[in-house]
């Protein structure tokens, strides 16, 4: 139900937006689109109270804006940017349409004795508005479109991208921000925005998304809402909730893998020792499901982390966390016609690091985590130990270059022979032609050594893309 709700909000607000008032002055020339419209937040946005996103308040003085405190990573649950400096605009309409085309030597996976090999053809139109007002920033971002295969017909896919980021200030220290993306989609590597490198994410309260899924029909909802409120000049109180949702239309399509959900929420105190260091604690609850054969199994934890984060300028930031974690796990199924497996209850060290850094003309982040999470397909809760990192760089004025890769261990806990690891890696190039055309071109390897994926564990991606967009600044 999420699903459809997620859709029919983007509708409401993109059918507001062509009422906009626009300012009756001559706007600014619109900068040249230089990356597909989906996009995250920067690293001055990311996190409830930071608020470098959001236009100056005129009841607010200068010294309170120098004093907000920024949401530390581990605690934030937004994902690091993306994008360089360079590129950040805001007030902006932006849309256009994306034609790809993608070479894979092995669709299917294990569901084939033999590895298959297919070309797909996609176009997306995209439309995003991002819009900054005293006390609001939201960005919105919708992709539908279509998605063909040659030789593989009963595949091709209705495509669904759709993401909407919001920040509101309710007072100059209490901040609430939202996030919801869905996606729908026969294949989690093609999407519009795959030029941009992975979304990499400085604490642990996402969905694992490691478990990479044959060619086949998939459904993906996940969102976070947050509050954070600066009590005194350097002390910060917080609290967030999460979801996820994952489901396979056709389970025929995908042996071994499974629909899973989570939800949980946290608490969080962030304490200003300086400028430059931030110190807290949090809590966070989670409850972990997936649904083999007509049954569920749950998995719940607790965790008390520690955390800090170093912050050598606004576009650098250093952050770690960890702590004890119990984990209480219900009966495992794996069929219906076997008994359940006995769940388990014990204490394990949950543990992060991430970098973020964005300047003029590159954008870096890395990030590694040791938890109990969702299995993401998997039969249950893993525990995970996983590494990813992006790095893009803007290296002429219309060339730009992306790499991105991961690592990720699912050790399922009641069942450990269900587990395994993928290894992916990804490199691609954008050319800006002119100001509106932009042409990508990029290469996927992934590994993944599951019991469902013996056969046929590797896939080689390549693909081509040719991108029109358009800039359109809003009024203020």
Known sequence: MRFFISIQLGFVLLAGVSAWPQQDSPAAPAPAVNSPVLTVP??????????????????????????????????????YPLSVA?????????GGVVFNTAYSDNVLASTSGTPVSDVSYSVWPTLAIDQTLTRLHWVLSYAP???FYQRITSRNEEDQNLSLDLQYRLSPH?????RDSFQKSSDVFNQPGQG??????????????FVI???????????TGGISYQSSANDMIGA???????????????PGLYDAASRGGSGFYSHRLSPRHYVGVTYQYQELLSYPAAATNQTQTDAALF????????????SFFGGPQYYNEGPQYVSTILPAVAGMKAWTPAAGLSFNWQAPHTAVALSYSHSVSGGGGLLGAVELDSASGSLRQQLTRNLSASLAGGYANNGVLSLASLGGHSISGSAALQRQIGERVSVQAGYTRLRQTYSFFSDNPNTNREWVSLSYQFARPLGR
């Open 196 to 209: 941009l490198a992975g979304a990499v994410s400085g604490s642990d309260l996402g969905a694992n998304n």
């Open 145 to 147: 479109g279509f998605t």
């Open 307 to 318: 955390f800090y984060t170093y912050y050598p300028s606004r576009a650098l930031s250093l």
């Open 213 to 223: 899924a044959p060619l086949a029909d998939r459904l993906s909802n996940g969102g």
């Open 240 to 254: 967030n909730g999460n979801f996820s949702n994952l489901h396979y239309p056709n389970p025929t399509e995908v």
């Open 42 to 79: 920067s690293n001055n946005q990311s996190g409830g109270n930071n608020q470098g996103s959001i236009a100056n308040d005129s009841n607010v003085n200068d010294s309170n804006i120098e004093d907000r405190m920024l949401t530390p990573p581990p605690v934030s649950g937004q994902v």
């Open 174 to 178: 209490v901040t609430v921000s939202f």
């Open 86 to 94: 360079s590129e950040e605009r805001a007030n902006y309409l932006r």
